[in-house]
């Protein structure tokens, strides 16, 4: 290969290598803006799954809702429910021995003595209940992480859990500025969590931090506490990896099998929340429901049937309820199911994982190196329905990847990668057409220049005149097949005008070397035919005639 056949190889690839580090130079400067546009077509693809039977991710009906409803506040009579309701449906729902009561309700401050009362004296005859309660997530420690009122300070030293991060772990959120349920009744529970989301910064929340830091230690979410609890593992069981959050020795309830779980989290120790579905999909109970039922002991026994042994998450999600939020299956999804999704996707096991880095940049090679060998491609129209069709099958295939198996490819920030690849591959292939069709012309002009002068020595070297003896009429008609050829004739007088030479010949080829091999066998000729006048021969009838 010549040194410009490879010159011709290599740029286009330095030119590919360029926009593929341009591209991802940007990311790394401004990463919200294609992490922004590939969440969105990541919602799509979820609620593709979600709405699919075939590929619906597994729903594990451990995990139930007791919804205040509007409907439990008609048949309640009362559109304030107190602590006094609560307290009962707590009671109902310990007596149906449920595994934990996920209680999405901050209790914070005291109301009426009587009502508190009833309120923790459920707490404490259930034994399984999980409280929430917030804080605001900052990505350093600041001066309000902990709690301005020493109780509760103290409480949420005491209960966080005190793990050590691996190296390599995500950098988790810190908690700040706690909110939590009423000291005394936090006291009596199994524990709080935090109920604090992390929306993405299109405002979708699509993912749940697990842990946050706390002074020394951690503390949990809302979700990873009641399952920690369902499964009976305690914090010293928990480890944090590269990447991951791992339960050890977890036992579901019924069970004495023990099982690792590794819960995949990003750098900032969020999990992504694989959604099962609509929120009509989970099991759910209306809060009044649960609350009659200890007036009808049949009907406490059947409620005991059918929830013994499961999670129940009571919120409320009444009219006029602000626990409203956008996920990427619903723009007005109420955040107790956020918290419930989170629990099931760790039940099943059914996380969202996605392509680490460096297999992302694999792939982003392989596309821009497939755009760059079809911009060699004579037709343009090729080269660009191929680069469509790569770019179309690519995002399909990542459509694919995730229904089957839940990994999310990115797609928005490759399909840019090949287009701004095409673009400039096109365009240098265009300009480099341009210059060879320039310097092509160039040559031509250069050719045909250098044939006018052939021309114009050929012709210089055709008789201008032809000699006219008596009795002869002498013409000539010369018309070369190309601008110069190597045909030529003479016609010349000899020994003193007495004979007449003639010469026709045909050269081999065309051209300038024709031409001048033309003129120079003209010369020669000449040269020998005058050398040898004087051997011609004169007719002794007529000397002065011609030979």
């Known amino acids: ?15 590919a290598a360029g926009v593929f580090a341009a591209v991802n130079l940007f990311h790394f400067l401004s990463p919200g803006f294609f992490d922004t546009w590939n969440e969105r077509l990541n919602d799509q693809f979820i609620r593709l799954k979600s709405s699919t039977p075939a590929f619906a991710p597994p729903y594990d009906d451990a995990v139930v809702h007791v919804d205040l409803n509007n409907t439990s506040l008609r048949d309640l009579k009362d559109y304030h429910p107190t602590r006094a309701h609560y307290a009962r449906v707590i009671r109902n729902l310990g007596k149906m021995k449920v595994g934990v009561q996920m209680v999405d309700v901050i209790f914070a401050g005291e109301t009426s003595a009587e009502n508190d009362r009833l309120l923790m004296d459920a707490t404490r005859q259930s034994r399984d ?103 009976k593992v305690p914090p010293e069981r928990v480890a944090l990896g590269p990447g991951s959050v791992v339960l050890r020795d977890a036992v579901r309830p019924g069970s004495s099998q023990k099982m690792n779980l590794t819960l995949p989290v990003d750098k900032r120790g969020c999990m992504r929340i694989n959604f099962a579905g609509p929120w009509g999909r989970m099991k759910h109970y209306n809060f009044s429901d649960i609350y009659f039922a200890s007036d009808d002991e049949d009907l406490l026994e059947d409620f005991q049937d059918e929830l013994e042994g499961r999670i129940a998450l009571l919120s409320d999600i009444s009219t006029g309820s602000a626990d409203m939020g956008q996920v990427p299956i619903d723009e007005a999804y109420p955040l107790s199911g956020v918290h419930a999704n989170a629990v099931n996707t760790i039940l099943t096991e059914s996380f969202i994982r996605e392509l680490p880095g460096a297999a992302a940049a694999a792939v982003e090679i392989l596309l821009i190196l497939a755009v760059t060998a079809l911009s060699f491609h004579r037709s343009a129209l090729v080269s660009a329905g191929g680069t469509a069709g790569i770019g179309a099958l690519f995002a399909a295939a990542a459509g694919l990847v995730f229904l089957q198996w839940s990994l999310l490819v990115p797609v928005v920030k490759p399909l840019v990668v090949m287009v701004l690849g095409w673009t400039g591959l096109s365009t240098w292939h265009a300009l480099e057409n341009a210059r060879v069709r320039a310097e092509i012309e160039r040559a031509r002009q250069i050719a045909e220049h250098e044939l006018e002068i052939g021309r114009k020595i050929q012709t210089g070297f055709l008789p201008e005149r032809l000699p006219t003896p008596p009795g002869w009429e002498i013409a000539a008609n010369f018309q070369p097949a190309l601008q110069v050829s190597g045909d030529f004739y003479d016609v010349f007088e000899l020994a003193g005008g007495r004979c007449l030479g003639i010469v026709i010949a045909d050269v081999c080829d065309h051209g300038v070397g024709s031409a001048l091999f033309m003129a120079l066998t003209r010369s020669l000729i000449r040269a020998f035919a005058l050398q040898s006048a004087d051997r011609i021969g004169v007719d002794p009838a007529d000397p002065e005639g011609w030979s």
């Open 1 to 15: 290969m010549s040194t410009g056949d490879r010159a011709k190889r290599v740029r286009p690839l330095l030119l």
């Open 129 to 231: 209940v999980v409280f929430g309660m917030a804080f605001r997530l900052s990505l350093s420690p600041g001066r309000a992480e902990a709690a301005e009122d020493p109780a509760i300070r103290d409480y949420l030293r005491r209960t966080a859990w005190k793990i050590e991060a691996a190296p390599g772990s995500a950098r988790y959120y810190y908690g700040t500025d706690p909110l939590i349920t009423l000291l005394p009744l936090a006291e009596l529970s199994l524990g709080t969590g935090f109920l604090t989301l992390s929306p993405d910064p299109d405002g979708v929340i699509r993912r749940l931090p697990l842990l946050v830091r706390f002074e020394d230690g951690f503390y949990p979410s809302f979700a990873l506490k009641s399952v920690c609890d369902f499964l």
